[in-house]
């Protein structure tokens, strides 16, 4: 008889970023980390390791652990996972099983007709998915964790034996003497693509297209750029990323020759199985201060501002825009529109979106018609891409993409990648933006750059 839901093992408690540590040696790490605690984004985390294939994108289309498959990449991926479907076990976390990776941003060029970056890469993959058999779901409200293994892609009898052997080993995994961390080195020679009179320059460019009726807005980064040092461990500099800023979308994925440490705040998608969608736009930055009073004050000209409050309804508008196409018309509303919410070196201006996706389309058309993210690209959202494209003169990668699971239940919860570091090729990739309208200064959008960077270079610091 096969089995119709994942096994449940119920774990002791530990921080769950120990059992990552302890599965980092089976290769294929992808955890999703919710480090800042909150009742409703920072709930659950996920840990993976050693998935049983890898589905990925590159230039020349999708693929299933190398091998092409000829179907257009998001049709691709509904195909993959709708042969794995598997329903959850009731009253458990949203993630039981299946798909956690990266869209790069990059991905877009799939979806739209769009200007490539003088540095775009066709060898590098624009999506990577490994699938995983067994995952730990940790819950942070009730201190249960919980190992979920489905036995995927085995079928008949075969599948509860390879559910339970495959989930024996990641158990007595998680017995294991945590190895530990080396320090960081030093030795990082952070460059950025722009001189400050350069990027105030682009801003510049940038209003000229505003005023010039190209554009209300587009999302404008610089990218900091380091050789790593000898001795460097990407998981240990998430150890400190974790702390130095923590957020309710983190992320540690290892996909080989890319790795991914992401402190976001912000989420791009989450989809229910029963169509339920959520987007979560940010738009709208201020630093913290030390002094309280001082950052009430701070908090305060932020939800006052002119400027930040009309980019983040633009950035609305288009999500609202975005998702009339996939959802019933009559379903989309807007909960909170320019709320505050407060990390742990920003305050930044959220709102939420939602809608009840049709009931003939899926995870695939969603994708499809929203990414990139609104916010980390500006509206018109493909005009202001090209600009992007022309103005940065260099590939976003993960940055400004997405990371997060697919579930073979239907699930789906995506981040924006911000506050996020590539290593690859032996080089670590930072970047930083804002989204730049008329009401723009080019020096304040240069210095705000810095203020969202700030917590993740100081997980470059070693304390120890």
Same mark, same amino acid.
């Given at each position: 008889? !096969?089995? #119709?839901?994942?096994?449940?093992?119920?774990?002791?408690?530990?921080?769950?970023?120990?059992?990552?540590?302890?599965?980092?040696?089976?290769?294929?790490?992808?955890?999703?980390?919710?480090?800042?605690?909150?009742?409703?984004?920072?709930?659950?985390?996920?840990?993976? @390791?050693?998935?049983?294939?890898?589905?990925?994108?590159?230039?020349?289309?999708?693929?299933?652990?190398?091998?092409?498959?000829?179907?257009?990449?998001?049709?691709?991926?509904?195909?993959?996972?709708?042969?794995?479907?598997?329903? #959850?076990?009731?009253?458990?976390?949203?993630?039981?099983?299946?798909?956690?990776?990266?869209?790069?941003?990059?991905?877009?060029?799939?979806?739209?007709?769009?200007?490539?970056?003088?540095?775009?890469?066709?060898?590098?993959?624009?999506?990577?998915?490994?699938?995983?058999?067994?995952?730990?779901?940790?819950?942070?409200?009730?201190?249960?964790?919980?190992?979920?293994?489905?036995?995927?892609?085995?079928?008949?009898?075969?599948?509860?034996?390879?559910?339970?052997?495959?989930?024996?080993?990641?158990?007595?995994?998680? !017995?294991?003497?945590?190895?530990?961390?080396?320090?960081?080195?030093?030795?990082?020679?952070?460059?950025?693509?722009?001189?400050?009179?350069?990027?105030?320059?682009?801003?510049?460019?940038?209003?000229?297209?505003?005023?010039?009726?190209?554009?209300?807005?587009?999302?404008?980064?610089?990218?900091?750029?380091?050789?790593?040092?000898?001795?460097?461990?990407?998981?240990?500099?998430?150890?400190?990323?974790?702390? #130095?800023?923590?957020?309710?979308?983190?992320?540690?994925?290892?996909?080989?020759?890319?790795?991914?440490?992401?402190?976001?705040?912000?989420?791009?998608?989450?989809?229910?199985?029963?169509?339920?969608?959520?987007?979560?736009?940010?738009?709208?930055?201020?630093?913290?201060?030390?002094?309280?009073? !001082?950052?009430?004050?701070?908090?305060?000209?932020?939800?006052?501002?002119?400027?930040?409050?009309?980019?983040?309804?633009?950035?609305?508008?288009?999500?609202?825009?975005?998702?009339?196409?996939?959802?019933?018309?009559?379903?989309?509303?807007?909960?909170?529109?320019?709320?505050?919410? #407060?990390?742990?070196?920003?305050?930044?201006?959220?709102?939420?979106?939602?809608?009840?996706?049709?009931?003939?389309?899926?995870?695939?058309?969603?994708?499809?018609?929203?990414?990139?993210?609104?916010?980390?690209?500006?509206?018109?959202?493909?005009?202001?891409?090209?600009?992007?494209? !022309?103005?940065?003169?260099?590939?976003?990668?993960?940055?400004?993409?997405?990371?997060?699971?697919?579930?073979?239940?239907? @699930?789906?919860?995506?981040?924006?990648?911000?506050?996020?570091?590539?290593?690859?090729?032996?080089?670590?990739?930072?970047?930083?933006?804002?989204?730049?309208?008329?009401?723009?200064?080019?020096?304040?959008?240069?210095?705000?750059?810095?203020?969202?960077?700030?917590?993740?270079?100081?997980?470059?610091?070693?304390?120890?």
């Amino acid at each position: 008889m !096969e089995m #119709t839901t994942p096994t449940v093992t119920e774990i002791a408690w530990q921080d769950p970023f120990d059992a990552a540590r302890r599965l980092y040696r089976f290769g294929g790490l992808s955890f999703l980390d919710s480090a800042m605690a909150h009742e409703v984004l920072g709930r659950y985390s996920f840990v993976a @390791a050693r998935p049983f294939a890898v589905f990925t994108v590159d230039a020349i289309g999708p693929a299933l652990s190398g091998e092409r498959i000829d179907a257009a990449p998001l049709q691709a991926l509904k195909g993959v996972l709708a042969r794995l479907a598997m329903p #959850t076990v009731e009253g458990g976390p949203p993630f039981q099983g299946g798909a956690m990776g990266y869209i790069a941003y990059e991905f877009a060029h799939h979806l739209e007709n769009l200007d490539q970056p003088p540095d775009f890469d066709p060898v590098k993959p624009s999506m990577v998915f490994p699938l995983y058999d067994v995952v730990l779901a940790f819950d942070h409200a009730t201190k249960k964790a919980t190992c979920f293994s489905s036995g995927q892609p085995a079928k008949g009898s075969e599948r509860q034996r390879q559910a339970e052997l495959r989930a024996a080993d990641i158990l007595a995994a998680l !017995e294991t003497p945590l190895e530990e961390l080396p320090p960081i080195p030093k030795g990082f020679d952070w460059r950025s693509n722009f001189f400050a009179k350069d990027y105030e320059k682009a801003i510049e460019a940038t209003r000229e297209y505003v005023l010039a009726g190209d554009i209300f807005q587009a999302n404008i980064a610089q990218t900091f750029t380091s050789h790593l040092p000898q001795g460097f461990d990407p998981l240990a500099l998430y150890s400190r990323l974790r702390r #130095t800023n923590a957020a309710p979308f983190g992320a540690f994925l290892d996909c080989g020759e890319t790795v991914v440490a992401s402190s976001s705040p912000e989420r791009f998608l989450s989809l229910t199985p029963s169509g339920h969608v959520e987007t979560r736009p940010i738009k709208g930055t201020a630093k913290r201060a030390d002094d309280p009073a !001082e950052d009430a004050a701070l908090s305060a000209e932020l939800e006052a501002s002119e400027k930040d409050r009309a980019e983040n309804v633009m950035i609305v508008d288009l999500m609202r825009n975005d998702l009339a196409r996939v959802c019933e018309v009559d379903s989309i509303e807007v909960p909170v529109l320019c709320g505050l919410e #407060t990390y742990a070196a920003v305050h930044h201006l959220v709102s939420v979106v939602t809608g009840q996706l049709q009931a003939d389309l899926g995870l695939a058309e969603l994708i499809g018609a929203t990414f990139p993210g609104g916010s980390i690209t500006g509206a018109p959202k493909i005009r202001a891409m090209d600009i992007i494209s !022309e103005i940065e003169k260099a590939r976003r990668g993960p940055y400004c993409g997405s990371i997060g699971y697919i579930g073979f239940n239907g @699930a789906m919860d995506l981040n924006i990648a911000i506050r996020t570091v590539t290593f690859e090729d032996g080089v670590a990739r930072l970047a930083a933006g804002g989204g730049i309208t008329v009401l723009s200064d080019p020096k304040a959008e240069y210095e705000e750059t810095f203020t969202k960077a700030q917590r993740v270079f100081a997980a470059f610091e070693d304390e120890r």
